[in-house]
């Protein structure tokens, strides 16, 4: 649980639309430390979805900030494909477990 903080933009070009999607921070993250001085390894998951099939069609996923609450990502990722149609989901994932 948390936030993920995220810019989202749409070029437009001759040679297609391209979807942007830039992955920033997260931050206010609660989860169950196994100690008080452990701190969890965090990456974001995310999938573009096709709306009318329900189908994932790209994953992709940041670097794994270690040992850190409240991790600055910085991360942009292109997808060559007209938004329109499509969705974003995102997931923050500790240690292999989505949060």
Known sequence: M???KVALKKEVKQEGDQL???V???RNITY???SPDHLPDLYVK???VNVATQKRI???KTR???HDREPSFNETFRFSLNPTGHS???FLVSNGVSL
Do not use: A
Request: hydrophobic share 45%; with cysteine; aromatic share 8%.
């Open 20 to 22: 942007i999607l830039e």
């Open 64 to 66: 794994v900030c270690r």
């Open 88 to 90: 974003l989901q995102l």
């Open 58 to 60: 790209i994953k992709k």
């Open 46 to 48: 995310l999938y573009v």
């Open 24 to 26: 920033l921070q997260c």
């Open 2 to 4: 948390g936030e993920i």
């Open 32 to 34: 169950k430390f196994k």
